[in-house]
C-alpha cells in the first residue's frame, strides 16, 4: 500500500484539468487593493489554509488560481511548497527504501513540513503583518496527509516517539483544509496516465488515496470537500476560490464569469476605489496538437519585478475545455519565448481591478494589437440574476456568450482585419453582435 502510495504523492499534477488565471501586483498595490473592506478583515495576521486532495484533482492549477487572486485583493500570499517532492528532486529515493526506511522518510518529511511553514509564518509576520497588510499561508499538503501514507499504527507510533498530538497537527496549525477529490471520482474522462509518467495508479488505487486523505483530516472545524459534480473543472476551481474566500472573508466567485465591453469610464469615482493596476503582455506559442498555448509577463505600472505565467488549453472534451496553468520563472519564461508563434500578434493591455458591492471586477484596456487598441473590457464573477452593473461605468455590450470573445480571438481576428484593411477607429463601429471581423469588438 505505501508504495503504490508514494508514486501518487510525487506525481506531476494533471495537465488535462482547467482553470482562469488572475495578475498579481506589487506591494503598494496591494495594500491599496484591499483598503476599502479591511475593517471586514480586522487586525492584519496571517491566515494558514492547506489545500490538499488526490492525484489528478487539480490542486496545482487551483493553488496557483487562489495566490494570483489573493494577491489581487491585497493580500500578501506565501506558497509553502510540498516537502515530499522537494526531498525527491533533492535526491531523495523513497521508492527504493525499505517500510521502516520509508516511515522514516515520512517522519522527515512531516518535521520539514512543520518547519517551513513555521518560518513563512515567521517571515509573513514579520515582514507583512507590521506593515499593516494581512497574509495567506498556501500549504501545498499539511501534517495529516503522512496519516495516509504510511497508515494509523505507524502514524500513532511516530506521535508516541515524538510527543506529538493530532490537535497540535491538525487543529491547531491551520484555519481552513480544502480538499479536492480526485478526477478519478466523478471525472473519470479527466484522469490520464498519459501526461504524466510517474503516475502509474488505477483508478482505483488513485479513489482509495483520495479517501484516505480525506479521512485524515476529519475533525478539523474548517474541512472542506470539494468534489467533481456534474459541471465543469472551472467551475471546480471557482468553488474551490470561493471556500477559501469564504473562509478569509472577502469576495468569492459564486457564479458564472461574465465580459462586457465598456464605453465609458468615470475615472473619478473609479479613482475613489484605488483600484490595483499592473500591465499584461500575452505572447502565444507555437503547438502542434492543436491546443492554444501562451506565456504571460505581469508587471506593476509603477515598476517591480514582473511574474510569469504559463497557460495551455487544449482540444475540447466532451462540451468543455481542458487547460491548465503554471507559475514560471524568468529562464523558464525566455525559454517558452523562443518558440514563440510568429502568425500569432502580442497582446498588450492594462488591467485595473477593484471591488464594489463584494464583488471583484477587472477592468481591462487593451493597447495592442492596433486593432484592438481603446478596448476595455469588464471581467467579473457574479451570481445569475443578482448582478448590478457599476454606475460609473456604461456597458456598450455584454459579450459573455460571444464564442469570438477572447484573447485569441483578439490575436487571430486582428491579423485579419488589419491586412483586410476593415479595421475601424472605433471600435463600437458596427453591429455589436456581428462577427468581430467586421470591426465590431
Known amino acids: 500500500m505505501w508504495r503504490a502510495a508514494l508514486r501518487l504523492r510525487h506525481a506531476a499534477p494533471c495537465a488535462t484539468l482547467a482553470a482562469l488565471t488572475r495578475c498579481d501586483e506589487d506591494t503598494l498595490q496591494k495594500r491599496t487593493t484591499w483598503k476599502a473592506s479591511s475593517d471586514k478583515l480586522g487586525p492584519p495576521r496571517v491566515h494558514r489554509i492547506v489545500i490538499t486532495g488526490g492525484p489528478c484533482a487539480g490542486k496545482t492549477t ?111 496549525r491551520y484555519e481552513a483544509v480544502v480538499h479536492l477529490v480526485t478526477a478519478a471520482i466523478g471525472a473519470e474522462r479527466f ?20 479517501g484516505r486523505l480525506a479521512r485524515a483530516w476529519v475533525g478539523h472545524n474548517a474541512l472542506h470537500v470539494v468534489e467533481n459534480g456534474t459541471g465543469s473543472f472551472e467551475e471546480k476551481i471557482r468553488k474551490t476560490v470561493d471556500v477559501v474566500c469564504r473562509s478569509l472573508g472577502v469576495p468569492g466567485p459564486r457564479s458564472q464569469p461574465r465580459w462586457w465591453i465598456v464605453r465609458n469610464v468615470d475615472e473619478q469615482a473609479l479613482a475613489q476605489l484605488e483600484p490595483a493596476e499592473w500591465k499584461l503582455e500575452h505572447v502565444f506559442l507555437r503547438t502542434s496538437d492543436g491546443s492554444e498555448s501562451r506565456v504571460t509577463k505581469k508587471s506593476s505600472v509603477g515598476g517591480g519585478p ?30 517558452l519565448l523562443k518558440t514563440r508563434d510568429p502568425g500569432r500578434l502580442k497582446i498588450k493591455k492594462t488591467r485595473r481591478a477593484f471591488l464594489w458591492r463584494d464583488e471583484y471586477y477587472m477592468l481591462d484596456t487593451f493597447h495592442s494589437p492596433e486593432s484592438a487598441s481603446g478596448t476595455t473590457t469588464l471581467f467579473v464573477e457574479a451570481p445569475k ?52 471581423r467586421r470591426g465590431a469588438w
Request: proline residues 4%.
Open 306 to 335: 514582473a511574474t510569469y505565467h504559463h497557460r495551455v488549453r487544449g482540444k475540447m472534451v466532451g462540451d468543455e475545455h481542458s487547460t491548465s496553468e503554471r507559475t514560471l520563472s524568468l529562464r523558464e519564461y525566455k525559454a
Open 191 to 210: 484522469y490520464t496516465l498519459e501526461n504524466n509518467k510517474a503516475r502509474m495508479e488505477s483508478r482505483p488505487e488513485a479513489i482509495a488515496l483520495d
Open 385 to 436: 440574476g443578482e448582478f448590478s452593473f457599476p454606475p460609473f461605468l456604461e456597458a456598450k455590450v455584454d459579450v459573455t456568450t460571444k464564442h469570438w470573445f477572447s484573447s485569441s480571438a483578439h490575436d487571430s481576428y486582428a491579423r485579419t482585419m488589419m491586412l483586410a484593411g476593415e479595421v475601424s477607429n472605433d471600435p463600437y463601429d458596427g453591429d455589436a453582435n456581428a462577427d468581430p
Open 62 to 172: 487551483a493553488m496557483a488560481k487562489l495566490s494570483l487572486r489573493l494577491q489581487n485583493m491585497g493580500f500578501d500570499v506565501f506558497v509553502v511548497p510540498e516537502v515530499a517532492t522537494l526531498t525527491i528532486t533533492g535526491g531523495a529515493k523513497p521508492g527504493n527504501y525499505t517500510q521502516r526506511q520509508h516511515r522514516d522518510w515520512e517522519v522527515s518529511v512531516l518535521k520539514i513540513q512543520m518547519a517551513l511553514e513555521d518560518n513563512f509564518r515567521d517571515i509573513a509576520e514579520k515582514c507583512s503583518l507590521s506593515e499593516g497588510r494581512h497574509a495567506v499561508l498556501l500549504m501545498d499538503r499539511g501534517t495529516m496527509d503522512v496519516l495516509a501514507y504510511v497508515g494509523k499504527d505507524q502514524f500513532d507510533d511516530v506521535l508516541e516517539e515524538f510527543n506529538w498530538t493530532i490537535p497540535q497537527l491538525r487543529d491547531q
